[in-house]
């Protein structure tokens, strides 16, 4: 690290506290004014007014976040990023650019900065932006400070069972290659960890990985954040817009969830998987892009095709490598070692002592079916540990939360299916049943049910489902 004193941010940042920003504009106002947004919001702010003396002060002190205008006599932003991406430095950086210099930013965001934001902005716009990255930051903090045995190609993959050792060899002889990757799994299994641990392991690792979440956006906007749009594109269309495929533009882009984009934005996509060229909205300019696409889904993406909701032809330009991550159930023998990795892990958000899991908590853990996968056992250790009053965690601090008990997954001699129910009805009642359990939560209970939160809100609907009472009304 060249000898420079660094300061520790592990004893200035705990799990809630504000972060250190230095921030890099030759304008005093616009120096003064993001200072007094970021301040108000409860970070340490540092200001230069040049990237020679940015330099000089990253020398001897570290920051969470780095803003500098793209826009600057001497040295520019972009010529400052080039330089930051050729020494250790721990910081996110985010790009202040004006409306033309737009293509400069994404420039940069291949030199390894974090996003950037249009002139002007709102100041909640900047609080969140800064807050983002500082999350990232965080991320990769802790996947620094992990012993070795625990990281897996750069990210945390705990396990040792043969389905994660599988798993792992694939990624391995996957990641380095340029090939798309499909990788399938149910809701909470670690899809997305995957996909970040072959952009880690690729040749591609020093440039950016754009996500995007499929399920969130209307067909409309999904359009316009794959692939952009023109000013005046559509009503609303105020300013152009660089989409999803343009920033990631010489990385890897994350689609999660793919099954959710429509029928007739699959087409577009094709075009871009087989020749790597789009349109933007609004637009009869063809762009080039050099992108590694890797997607998740949580379908049978086979059954999808067979009954007409997917194009086959996409299927199988997605599905070069498929890769699939087992279920928790399946893999048993993960189950402790993932519970403890969660206990250290929120014991140093939380600044204290990892919790204890009594005999009876250990017993239980293994047992229980996890239809949640590792994001349940992950939520649920969380919370133990934040309400835990002292003593070791018990089997009766645990058990309310989940869906049932590891008894009542066995069936008992009593227990008989329902004759004379179609399997519609029987969806059905199961749909119904999760919702009540999760009190109405649509996203926890498509969480529960493996399947997509579009996909339950349409099935909610045919249901007659009424969310204001949170009852369902037969159809006269």
């Known amino acids: 690290m060249n000898g420079k004193p660094k300061i520790n941010l592990s004893t200035v ?53 780095v803003i500098t205008d793209l826009q600057m006599p001497g040295m520019t932003g972009l010529d400052f990023v080039r330089k930051l991406e050729k020494r250790p430095h721990g910081a996110q950086i985010v790009m202040v650019t004006a409306y033309a210099t737009v293509a400069s930013a994404v420039e940069a965001m291949r030199h390894g900065a974090f996003d950037y934001i249009e002139k002007p902005f709102a100041a909640d716009r900047l609080e969140k932006l800064v807050e983002r990255a500082m999350g990232r930051g965080r991320l990769l903090d802790d996947r620094q400070n992990l012993q070795p045995a625990a990281v897996s190609d750069g990210f945390t993959m705990v396990g040792n069972s043969p389905a994660m050792r599988a798993l792992r060899a694939r990624i391995a002889r996957a990641a380095p290659t340029s090939e798309t990757i499909l990788i399938a799994g149910e809701s909470g299994t670690g899809k997305e960890l995957v996909a970040r641990s072959i952009h880690a392991a690729s040749t591609r690792a020093q440039t950016p990985l754009v996500s995007l979440n499929c399920p969130v956006l209307s067909a409309q906007l999904m359009e316009s954040e794959l692939f952009g749009h023109e000013r005046g594109a559509f009503t609303g269309a105020e300013t152009e817009r660089t989409g999803r495929f343009e920033l990631a533009d010489g990385g890897t882009i994350l689609l999660d969830e793919i099954t959710e984009i429509e029928m007739p934005l699959q087409a577009k996509l094709l075009r871009v998987l087989q020749e790597r060229a789009f349109e933007r909205v609004g637009s009869s300019q063809t762009r080039q892009v050099d992108v590694r696409v890797l997607a998740t889904t949580n379908r049978d993406l086979r059954a999808e095709v067979a009954a007409g909701r997917f194009r086959e032809d996409l299927f199988f330009r997605l599905a070069v490598i498929p890769l699939e991550v087992p279920p928790l159930r399946d893999r048993r023998e ?16 939380l600044g204290r002592d990892p919790c204890d899991l009594d005999q009876g908590t250990l017993d239980l853990l293994h047992s229980y079916h996890w239809p949640g996968n590792v994001r349940e056992l992950e939520n649920i250790v969380t919370r133990a540990s934040v309400l835990n009053v002292g003593g070791p965690i018990s089997p009766d601090d645990v058990r309310p939360w989940l869906i049932d ?72």
């Open 13 to 65: 940042r705990s799990a809630e506290s504000k972060g250190r920003v230095l921030v890099v504009d030759d304008h005093r106002q616009a120096r003064e004014s993001m200072s007094d947004v970021l301040r108000q919001a409860g970070h340490h702010v540092h200001c230069v007014s040049s990237a020679l003396e940015a330099l000089k002060v990253l020398d001897r002190e570290s920051f969470d976040v």
């Open 405 to 476: 008990s590891p008894e009542a997954a066995v069936p008992s001699p009593d227990d008989r299916l329902p004759l004379g129910l179609s399997l519609r009805e029987m969806e059905r009642k199961l749909i119904e049943a999760t919702l009540e359990h999760f009190d109405g939560h649509r996203a926890r209970t498509a969480e529960a049910l493996g399947i997509g939160l579009r996909t339950l809100s349409g099935k909610l609907k045919d249901y007659g489902y009424a969310p204001r009472t949170k009852r369902f009304a037969r159809a006269a």
């Open 334 to 349: 993960d189950i402790l070692p993932l519970a403890g990795y969660f206990l250290t892990r929120t014991a140093a958000r």
